[in-house]
């Protein structure tokens, strides 16, 4: 839905603590994980499934391309990481 353009990361997460009681979304936790390292993880699992959709590895690209590595650089879906980066 992001890759699409048809929902921001802060929607997707709200809809998924509201829908599933958890305290951060998946954009959240892929900032802590690190949008770098998400993208690897998602190369490997393209390789081994070539019929994934793109979409959500573009947008990690942008992303990584960007410098935008979540709470490491203090900026990934989310910018509000006081005091890092």
């Known amino acids: ?5 048809v929902a921001t990361p802060q929607d997707v997460d709200s809809m998924w603590m509201i829908n599933t009681g958890a ?3 998946p ?6 994980v690190g949008p ?5 993880i998602e190369n490997h699992c393209a390789a081994e499934r070539p019929g994934l959709p793109a979409g ?3 947008l990690l690209h942008r992303y ?16 509000d990481y006081a005091g890092v980066g």
């Open 1 to 5: 839905m992001v890759a699409e353009g």
């Open 23 to 25: 305290q951060a979304g």
């Open 27 to 32: 954009f959240r936790m892929m900032d802590q």
């Open 36 to 40: 770098d390292v998400v993208l690897d």
């Open 56 to 58: 959500p590895r573009e």
């Open 64 to 79: 990584v391309d960007a410098g935008h590595l979540g709470v490491k650089t203090g900026r990934g879906f989310y910018d």
